[in-house]
């Protein structure tokens, strides 16, 4: 599938969820990792613009990230990228979101569009 960089500079984000590990199966717990055999975190952001529109991202990311709930963040390297499934005999289709990390603005990242994948 193809990757959408996403440029974030007009964008307000603000973490909702907590970190917390990608599950993929919910019988057996059984944890997303990627090639490297990192666990995969899934971080629930709010994406505000200039004109007040608000929406909600669940952005995947390798490793723990050290933010907390009402935290202004940046999704540093942030993509957009098309997926579809069968599921329950149903085709489903979407739009999901990637990152290589996410920080806390107070960190001082004002880069996050140059590492952007």
């Given at each position: 599938?193809?990757?959408?960089?996403?440029?974030?500079?007009?964008?307000?984000?603000?973490?909702?969820?907590?970190?917390?590990?990608?599950?993929?199966?919910?019988?057996?717990?059984?944890?997303?990792?990627?090639?490297?055999?990192?666990?995969?975190?899934?971080?629930?952001?709010?994406?505000?613009?200039?004109?007040?529109?608000?929406?909600?991202?669940?952005?995947?990311?390798?490793?723990?990230?050290?933010?907390?709930?009402?935290?202004?963040v940046t999704p540093v390297g942030l993509?957009?990228?098309?997926w579809e499934a069968v599921l329950g005999?149903?085709?489903?289709?979407?739009?999901?979101?990637?990152?290589?990390?996410?920080v806390p603005v107070s960190s001082g990242?004002?880069?996050?569009?140059?590492?952007?994948?």
């Amino acid at each position: 599938m193809r990757n959408i960089p996403v440029d974030v500079s007009a964008l307000t984000f603000v973490c909702v969820s907590a970190p917390r590990p990608k599950v993929l199966n919910q019988e057996t717990g059984e944890v997303k990792v990627d090639r490297d055999g990192q666990t995969v975190f899934t971080v629930g952001l709010s994406a505000a613009d200039a004109m007040g529109r608000v929406d909600l991202l669940n952005v995947a990311v390798t490793g723990d990230q050290s933010v907390t709930i009402g935290e202004v963040v940046t999704p540093v390297g942030l993509v957009a990228f098309p997926w579809e499934a069968v599921l329950g005999g149903e085709k489903r289709w979407g739009v999901a979101f990637r990152a290589t990390r996410v920080v806390p603005v107070s960190s001082g990242s004002t880069s996050a569009s140059s590492d952007v994948a």
